[in-house]
Every structure is written in structure tokens, then in C-alpha cells.
Nanobody, 120 residues
Framework: QVQLAESGGGLVQAGGSLRLSCAAS????????MGWFRQAPGKEREFVAA????????SYAESVKGRFTISRDNAKNTMSLQMNSLRPDDTAVYYC?????????????WGQGTQVTVSS
């Protein structure tokens, strides 16, 4: 079992920045990819960004490209999401997730989530 713990959420004004972190613990060997998802009130959970654990190759949702940067530290089993130029529509609970199987698109483990609120 892998446990994921997010940190770094909070309240920020539009145009501001926040940095989210996710720490993985437990059976962390064999991580294939880690990602960030978010869910706004009344909306479905959506993909934000992901990073391949071995190569560090990132991927982003179109809505955050150029504003968010995902990174990871393999040695510390941590992942971060630097969020710049935040907008009110970025307001959501942000979840960290982990995928261990390269042949499945399903994420195996999820964090509890951290609230990000962007005021206008």
C-alpha cells in the first residue's frame, strides 16, 4: 500500500501563486507516474498534470499549460505542482494520485486532497 499526503493548499488572490506538494510513503517502489487532479464544487474530477516517474516527462491539461509546472524528486518520493497566474476557476480540491501500472490508465492510490481557493 502507498499513502499519499498533499500539502500547500490555501487561499490566494487571482494572479497569485501556490505550490502544492505530495509525499508518497509505504510501498513506493515501482511508481510509474504521479499526477494531480482537481474537483470543483458541482463538477467532476478532472486531470490537471502528471509526470512520468522515470523520465520526468510532464503532461498538462490545456487549461493549465503555461501556468502550472509539475516536478518530482525521486529520491524523496515527492511531487510538486507550482501554480502561477491563478484564476478563480482554478478553485477546487486538488488530489495527488499515483499509477504503478504502465499498462493501465487507472491510478492506484489517492491522497485526501487539499483545498485551493482563488479569489477574484
Amino acid at each position: 500500500q502507498v499513502q499519499l499526503a498533499e500539502s500547500g493548499g490555501g487561499l490566494v488572490q487571482a494572479g497569485g501563486s501556490l505550490r502544492l506538494s505530495c509525499a508518497a510513503s509505504g510501498r513506493t517502489f515501482g511508481i510509474y507516474e504521479m499526477g494531480w487532479f482537481r474537483q470543483a464544487p458541482g463538477k467532476e474530477r478532472e486531470f490537471v498534470a502528471a509526470i512520468r516517474w522515470g523520465s520526468g516527462t510532464p503532461s498538462y491539461a490545456e487549461s493549465v499549460k503555461g501556468r502550472f509546472t509539475i516536478s518530482r524528486d525521486n529520491a524523496k518520493n515527492t511531487m510538486s505542482l507550482q501554480m502561477n497566474s491563478l484564476r478563480p476557476d482554478d478553485t477546487a480540491v486538488y488530489y495527488c494520485a499515483l499509477r504503478s501500472n504502465a499498462y493501465s490508465s487507472q491510478y492506484d492510490s489517492w491522497g485526501q486532497g487539499t483545498q485551493v481557493t482563488v479569489s477574484s
